[in-house]
């Protein structure tokens, strides 16, 4: 029975997790982002603030509703669909629930208090005393284990099921591969032309006179700057160094290109009237 | 002083008539005219084909390699017309094309 339990636990997890991984990962990126800049202890304030203004709205009763929920004696809607979209928004308000909300609470504002991946170096005030390793767990794990209180319903050894954190993250470590679906199996070997580009600054129509053999026309993208890689319909695919092999021209892949990134873009955006520098060898 | 007479506009009703070639309507071709017109640039150094299978599975740090030799000529284009080649070098610490073909247009 122990294992029947595992393992109708860890399906309504998957299941939970197709829809409730997407929402709160947007949702907590862009937090992340936003606050960035802040020291953690400020986020960390900002982000209990976040949620005292969830809680209270305009409920006339909202005080009394924000100090029930704050100690967790009830699970307020408006919070849930914040936090969890419309995933969790059937959660029943039992103590259970509350106790599960907590749970994924502390996981959520320890995940929103994390620097986001890709920012500026922290400094001495900034994330100065990251989370430990628990407070550092995805807050997927136990959004989970929430919404598979959810999912289950009030089956009771299911819930006891459900409670046991440890058991869950293990199951979750390992995450299933993501299956191809026979859509995707039949284009895999289907094949996509890809360029290399060298953007160059716009130049007159009286410029193009002096284009003729010998003319040499200079960008201004560095040697050691990436160049895109794209093909017709996205020509900024990804970026990559250029080089060669067996004398073949060859790039080394940098990163997916996915805004405006390198200088020579970005002036180039800013000075449309700028033409390239041409000379006569 | 009169105060000046208002009436509603009475415009003629037009109609296409034959052209006559010797009345035709031309501009000068002249460059003058659009010198300052801004047209986008750009040079195509080199391409490959790919499977969705492999584009998928590129890592950073992954070579590709590309059809074209290193000395090959690359091509400029205007408005993503090809309008010259010429060989890649390198003027300071940038790139730089060296014309060497003007394409026919």
Known sequence: MRYLYRYAGVRRLEYARRHVDDALAGWSADWRVDHANEPVQARWQVADAATVDCLAGDDPAGLERMDDTLYLRTAAAAWRRAVFGSAASGLPDDPLACALLAQARAALVSALARKPAGSAPADANTNANAPTSAAQRPVAGRAWLYAGLFHAGRDEPFLQLLLDARRFDAALATPPPVALTPRALAVRNATLPLTLQLPLDSVSAADLQHLRPGVIVQSRHRLDEPLLLGCDTQPRLLRAFLGQRKGRLAVRLDSVAAARTTATESASAASPSSTPETARR | ?105
């Open chain 2, 1 to 105: 002083m009169n105060s000046p007479v208002i009436e509603d506009l009475a415009l003629a009703e037009l109609s296409e008539q034959p052209a006559d070639a010797a009345a035709e309507l031309r501009l000068p071709r002249d460059l003058d005219l659009i010198r300052h017109v801004q047209v986008a640039l750009s040079a195509r150094l080199g391409s490959t084909e790919i499977s969705i299978e492999k584009l998928y599975s590129l890592r950073a740090g992954d070579v590709l390699a590309l059809r074209e030799q290193v000395s090959e000529l690359v091509t400029l284009f205007v408005e993503n017309r090809a309008v010259a080649r010429g060989l890649l070098v390198a003027v300071d610490d940038c790139l730089g094309i060296e014309i060497t073909e003007i394409l026919p247009t």
